[in-house]
Protein backbone atom coordinates (compact mmCIF):
# COMPACT_ATOMS: atom_id res chain seq x y z
CA UNK A 1 0.00 0.00 0.00
CA UNK A 2 2.54 2.48 1.14
CA UNK A 3 4.86 2.01 -2.37
CA UNK A 4 1.58 2.27 -4.48
CA UNK A 5 1.31 5.79 -2.64
CA UNK A 6 4.71 6.79 -3.88
CA UNK A 7 3.69 5.90 -7.05
CA UNK A 8 6.79 3.49 -7.61
CA UNK A 9 6.50 0.78 -9.26
CA UNK A 10 6.44 -2.78 -7.38
CA UNK A 11 6.57 -5.47 -9.85
CA UNK A 12 10.22 -5.19 -10.02
CA UNK A 13 11.24 -4.70 -6.35
CA UNK A 14 11.50 -8.95 -5.92
CA UNK A 15 15.07 -8.38 -6.41
CA UNK A 16 16.04 -6.02 -3.45
CA UNK A 17 13.47 -7.54 -1.20
CA UNK A 18 14.88 -11.12 -1.67
CA UNK A 19 18.77 -9.50 -1.07
CA UNK A 20 17.47 -8.03 2.40
CA UNK A 21 15.49 -10.72 2.96
CA UNK A 22 18.10 -13.78 2.72
CA UNK A 23 20.67 -11.86 4.25
CA UNK A 24 19.21 -12.29 7.31
CA UNK A 25 19.31 -15.49 6.96
CA UNK A 26 21.66 -18.38 8.86
CA UNK A 27 24.25 -18.91 7.03
CA UNK A 28 23.04 -22.62 6.47
CA UNK A 29 19.93 -21.30 4.89
CA UNK A 30 21.33 -19.04 2.88
CA UNK A 31 23.75 -21.60 1.37
CA UNK A 32 20.79 -23.71 0.75
CA UNK A 33 19.12 -20.34 -0.80
CA UNK A 34 21.87 -19.78 -2.90
CA UNK A 35 21.80 -23.54 -4.48
CA UNK A 36 18.40 -23.48 -4.86
CA UNK A 37 16.72 -23.73 -8.17
CA UNK A 38 14.39 -21.39 -9.49
CA UNK A 39 12.06 -21.59 -12.41
CA UNK A 40 13.93 -18.52 -14.74
CA UNK A 41 17.03 -16.54 -14.46
CA UNK A 42 16.07 -14.15 -11.81
CA UNK A 43 14.41 -15.08 -8.58
CA UNK A 44 11.08 -14.43 -7.52
CA UNK A 45 9.35 -13.72 -4.48
CA UNK A 46 7.47 -16.48 -5.71
CA UNK A 47 11.07 -18.42 -5.97
CA UNK A 48 12.06 -17.18 -2.42
CA UNK A 49 8.16 -18.19 -0.89
CA UNK A 50 8.91 -21.56 -2.28
CA UNK A 51 11.87 -22.14 -0.94
CA UNK A 52 11.36 -20.87 2.61
CA UNK A 53 8.10 -22.66 2.87
CA UNK A 54 9.73 -25.85 2.00
CA UNK A 55 12.52 -25.71 3.91
CA UNK A 56 10.09 -24.80 7.03
CA UNK A 57 8.58 -27.80 6.32
CA UNK A 58 11.93 -29.95 6.16
CA UNK A 59 12.24 -28.50 9.43
CA UNK A 60 9.11 -29.10 11.08
CA UNK A 61 9.18 -32.87 10.10
CA UNK A 62 13.10 -32.91 11.22
CA UNK A 63 11.87 -31.46 14.58
CA UNK A 64 8.85 -33.89 14.83
CA UNK A 65 11.18 -36.89 13.75
CA UNK A 66 13.90 -35.62 17.04
CA UNK A 67 10.77 -35.59 19.05
CA UNK A 68 9.16 -39.25 18.24
CA UNK A 69 12.67 -40.75 18.91
CA UNK A 70 13.15 -38.76 21.57
CA UNK A 71 16.83 -37.37 20.55
CA UNK A 72 17.71 -33.75 21.95
CA UNK A 73 17.93 -31.15 18.99
CA UNK A 74 21.01 -29.95 17.89
CA UNK A 75 22.74 -27.01 19.06
CA UNK A 76 23.05 -24.80 16.23
CA UNK A 77 19.13 -25.34 14.80
CA UNK A 78 18.64 -23.70 18.37
CA UNK A 79 19.72 -20.75 17.57
CA UNK A 80 18.90 -18.90 14.26
CA UNK A 81 15.65 -17.03 12.84
CA UNK A 82 14.94 -19.58 10.79
CA UNK A 83 11.83 -21.11 13.18
CA UNK A 84 10.35 -17.71 13.40
CA UNK A 85 10.35 -16.99 9.80
CA UNK A 86 8.37 -20.70 9.61
CA UNK A 87 6.32 -19.68 12.08
CA UNK A 88 5.14 -16.70 9.44
CA UNK A 89 4.70 -19.09 6.73
CA UNK A 90 2.14 -21.69 9.16
CA UNK A 91 0.22 -24.23 6.37
CA UNK A 92 -3.05 -24.07 6.69
Same mark, same amino acid.
Given at each position: #? %??? %????? /???????????? %?? #????? /???????? #??? &?????? /????????? !???? +?? !? +???? =????????? *? +?? *? #? &?? =? *??????? !???
Amino acid at each position: #K %SSK %SLKQP /TEHWDIPIIYIA %SS #KLDPV /TRRDWEAY #KIQ &GDIPTM /TDFNTFLKD !KCEL +LE !K +LEYN =LKEYNIKEP *R +LS *R #K &GN =L *RQVCASF !KLE
